[in-house]
């Protein structure tokens, strides 16, 4: 089975995170690059699935040069080779744009079955599997907290605010996992040894045969207008307890609507 | 805090290490390492598989199960375990550095073969007794002695304060030959050896130590290490573990700066917080100082290690410099933390009485310094 799993590096969420006032795009050369949380997982289950049922794993990376220490550590973790789509041309792209970028990639690569996160720590769209599958023209199963695979047969556990869904489709499919379907490995040190020796294809727009004009900032069809720091959190409201102290929380709590 | 960003040095295989080590030490360590310390206990035979599934367990050697890395990868990787607890640096090293070293480097390819892959993934521990009772810097003159018997060997002594002596399936023992110092693989449950723990410390609590008796232990003539004979065989393994600590003392170090940074910044008294004070600031300025320079030696330490350039007096100088800067970033931090730095509820008591056996344990800062004295001046203090 040919699994490819889209791994985006974000800024570390223990660093502070800006936007860049000229254009308004994420400043990425301001903060560490780690693996966004959720695609761990979705790397996790590509190799679980891999151990599983066979195949083999590819890491698709669409980011900056940095990304690099992403990616070693996805093959660290056990992935068998990786595909970088590196291009100062896709910088400022949005979803549509990656998504357009990543069906480019994948039509390439081919696959069985592309894993990646929910959403991203940074931009929170949580839009690409959505907009990949579509583009691809294979079912999307999103939000997945357990993944079985039977021959071209694929069910998940769809998490939902009341329990949880099954789906079922037929592969090739897009899946986008929760962090409750797994716990990622760490990397072993035999894992990043052996990373050194894993192929990494680096494509720029030409090569993948992106059109140039779809993506980047220019060819974005969103826009960041405006943006501001948050408001520095209140104060906190301190209650005394008077031998009432037990109503007041309760008419706290109703206030906001939590009882 | 980290002024001079020596990590910024590290390659991007190390900075992975550094991560995973850190990140495993967060998650499994840092939310017990207090309990076991005043309990007095280690998970040794938990944590022996967890770790080697990393592969943490003899990473910087070669083959065997081993991961083969760079010895800056494993100093990195003693700086992460030990900012948890000496403890468990202490259990890594003694697997690691010194009784899979010795099998390692001094053993037959049977030994190698039977021991090292089931040591690496941390499924056999193993210990390493060269100290005993009477005998702490002056090893040579061990009392422990194996005599021939037939095709056997026949061992009689003890060895005292063996890290992981009770919990180890295999015990590398030094004992006095008629041919000189040589090296013996005792496995546990040979009839004749008893391993007993040593209570009633107030340092290195979350690790176990032991004393290896030796009555009448009947060895097989392929029980001795065939690759040395003499005193340098275990000092060959010990400069290993030295290494360890270098690195080790740093994490140490950091973590009782870190808390008391924290706690510099968030403690009011007189109004504002304790960390604006000069006279914390100046604690806090020098232990940035002092790790800062620890961490360089650290660094360059290891470089030349790769290199296969390092000499066992530069190891000297490393372990002895940082491990008394870390134990005084530890009494610096203390004091900031005032009454709260002598709880388990932060890291800084802890560490500091840790630090109190590293610094005399793999040679006490004496008999380094005596390394020292004499690279200077070329006249040995102790040895004729």
């Known amino acids: 089975m040919n699994i490819v799993v889209c791994v985006k590096q974000v800024p570390d969420t223990e660093s502070p995170r800006k936007l860049k006032s000229d254009d308004n795009t994420l400043d990425r050369a301001a903060a560490d690059g780690v693996i966004n949380e959720l695609d761990e997982y979705a790397i996790e289950e590509a190799l679980l699935l891999k151990e599983a049922h066979g195949g083999e794993v590819t890491v698709l990376t669409m980011g900056p040069d940095k990304a690099t220490d992403s990616i070693r550590k996805a093959l660290a973790m056990g992935a068998d080779k990786a595909v ?37 720590t940074d931009a929170r769209t949580g839009m690409l599997a959505a907009m990949l599958a ?25 998490i939902t605010d009341y329990g949880y869904d099954k789906v079922e489709a037929s592969l090739p499919a897009v899946v986008s996992v929760v962090e409750k379907i797994n716990e990622p490995r760490y990397p072993s040190f035999k894992g990043i040894m052996a990373a050194k020796k894993k192929p990494v294809e680096k494509l720029g727009v030409a090569d993948a045969g992106i059109d140039a004009d779809k993506v980047g900032l220019a060819g974005a069809a969103t826009e960041v207008v405006d943006f501001a720091d948050a408001p520095p959190r209140e104060k906190g409201q301190i209650v005394t307890d008077e031998g009432d102290g037990g109503a007041k929380i309760a008419e706290f709590l109703a206030s906001k609507k939590f009882v | 805090m980290d002024v001079l960003r020596v990590d910024d040095r590290l390659t991007d295989d190390e900075r992975m290490v550094r991560d995973t080590v850190r990140a495993v030490v ?44 760079s010895a800056v990868a494993y100093g990195v990787a003693c700086r992460e375990l030990e900012a948890g607890d000496s403890g468990l640096r202490s259990f890594v090293s003694v697997q690691g550095s010194l009784a899979m070293t010795a ?11 039977e021991w090292l892959p ?56 030094w ?21 007993s723990d040593i209570h009633r410390k107030l340092s290195l609590r ?8 030796l009555d009448d232990v009947r060895l097989p003539g392929d029980a001795v290490l065939p690759g040395v004979t003499g005193l340098k065989g275990p000092l060959g393994c010990l400069s290993e573990a030295r290494y360890g600590i270098l690195w080790g003392a740093v994490g140490a170090g950091r973590a009782c700066y870190e808390a008391a940074v924290e706690y510099a910044k968030t403690r009011e008294q007189f109004g504002r917080p304790i960390g604006s004070f000069q006279l914390t600031q100046e604690k806090l300025a020098w232990m940035e100082i002092a790790l800062g320079q620890a961490g ?16 066992p007096q530069q190891v000297s100088f490393g372990k002895l410099a940082n491990v008394r800067a870390a134990l005084d970033v530890a009494r610096q931090a203390r004091t900031i933390l005032g009454a709260n730095g002598i709880t388990l509820e932060y890291p800084v008591i802890r560490h500091m009485n840790n630090l109190e056996s590293v610094l005399t344990y793999e040679g006490t800062q004496e008999i380094h310094t005596l390394v020292l004295g004499q690279a200077i001046t070329g006249i040995s203090a102790y040895r004729g």
């Open chain 2, 103 to 113: 099998i390692h480097k001094y053993g037959s390819e049977e030994h190698k073969r």
């Open chain 1, 134 to 158: 579509e583009r691809l023209g294979v079912p999307q199963l999103s939000l997945a907290n357990k993944v079985e695979i039977d021959g071209s047969s694929i069910t998940v556990q769809r």
């Open chain 2, 206 to 213: 979350a690790s176990v130590t032991s004393e290896l008796v």
């Open chain 2, 175 to 195: 004992a006095r030959t008629d041919e000189g110092i040589r090296g013996f693989l005792v496995p546990a449950g040979t009839p004749g050896f008893t391993a």
């Open chain 1, 84 to 120: 970088h789509l590196v291009d100062d041309a896709l910088a400022g792209s949005d979803a549509l744009g990656t998504s357009y970028a990543i069906q480019q990639v994948l039509g390439r690569t081919g696959f069985d079955l592309v894993i990646l996160g929910a959403e991203s």
């Open chain 2, 296 to 311: 360089l030696t650290a660094l360059h330490v290891g470089r030349l290690k790769d290199a296969g350039e390092v000499t």
């Open chain 2, 118 to 173: 089931r040591m690496a993934a941390g499924e056999a521990l193993g210990c390493f007794g060269l100290t005993e009772p009477d005998r702490g810097s002056d090893p040579g003159d061990m009392r422990t002695h194996a005599r021939r018997d037939g095709s056997d060997w026949v061992l009689n002594g003890a060895k005292m304060w063996i890290t992981n002596g009770s919990v180890a399936d295999v015990a590398v023992v």
């Open chain 2, 26 to 69: 967060a998650e499994k360590i840092l939310p017990n390492v207090a309990g076991w310390f005043e309990a007095g206990t280690f998970p040794a035979r938990e944590l022996g598989p967890e770790l080697g599934k990393l592969g943490l367990l003899g990473m910087h050697l070669q083959g065997y199960g081993c991961a083969g890395m």
